[in-house]
């Protein structure tokens, strides 16, 4: 007889007691998912916050490179160019002009050679280059 009362308050009792385990099983449960959710809401808040964050100051950054390198085009570029070409071409005025002088000398020189040995048979070489001598020392 005691063992079978002891096998019925067994029973009795481990009944109960699994019931009230699953129960609290599966409160504890919904309480850890509503708090995983609840966390991770927050962390998905606070990350696309940062995200705003950054991606204001990127957009500020990328304005101020904008307006730097706008600027350099519009103002430095063009003032540097105008600098560069200009020194340039005062240097290419004299080099231009060392380079053909020679070539304009030989040909004056024999264009009037020719002109005078044309229309001037009668002269000697001595007048010709007399003459020459002369419109060379003119050209100068």
Known sequence: MQKEMQKQMNTMI??????????????LGRSIEKIIRANTDALWAHFQEENTKHE??????????????????????PTALE???????????????????????????SAITESFQVK?????????SILVSAAYSLYH
């Open 14 to 27: 481990s009944v109960p007691v699994s019931k009230e385990g699953k129960r609290l099983e599966a409160s």
């Open 56 to 77: 204001k100051l990127e957009k500020d950054r990328i304005q101020q490179l904008t307006n730097l390198i706008t600027n350099c085009i519009n103002k430095d570029l």
């Open 83 to 109: 600098k560069t070409l200009k020194k340039e071409i005062a240097a290419i005025g004299p080099a231009v002009a060392r380079a053909i002088t020679p070539i304009l000398e030989k040909s004056i020189s």
């Open 120 to 128: 001037c048979q009668s002269f000697s070489f001595v007048n010709i």
